[in-house]
């Protein structure tokens, strides 16, 4: 128990006072109970800590790129078909190009016909904006997405 910091576990038993002394120098614990469903709460609490939540990515759109336009210096706007879901300002993505990883940002920007707009739907176009990257090329796979954490 020492090496793997764990604890001693006892069920309607006692321990010896010498395995107690040597416990408490090693800095392990010892829980007896005589309840099961005790025994089962803590280990169950105990289990709980020790998860570490997962996380799960959900897509909640996608899109391609059509068309690109200038917007000042150094930024470019995408002109952007939404296939699948919906894209929203301030969502994360993710943008491909031939199956590779080129950028993963936030969307800054998003409008239709000159207007902000806050999402757009699968089937229509919009402009898009996104936060520290502009090296968009015609056919550019946008990917918006937001992580869970389950369990």
Known sequence: ??????????????????ARRLAE????????????????DDVNSALKGMLEPSQ????????????????????KIAGVYVTEGKISRGASVRVRRHDEIVSESIVSSLKRFKEDVREVATGYECGLG??????????????????????
């Open 56 to 75: 799960v990515e959900v897509i909640e759109g996608r899109g391609e790129v059509r068309a690109i336009f200038p917007a000042g210096k150094r930024q």
């Open 25 to 40: 120098l090693e800095g392990v614990s010892i829980r007896h109970y005589d309840v099961i469903y005790n025994l089962i």
């Open 130 to 151: 996104v936060k520290d990257f502009s090296e968009f090329e015609v056919g550019d796979i946008l990917e918006l997405f937001r992580i869970e954490e389950t369990g």
């Open 1 to 18: 128990a020492a090496a793997s910091k764990g604890i001693i576990i006892g069920f309607t038993t006692g321990s010896e006072p010498g």
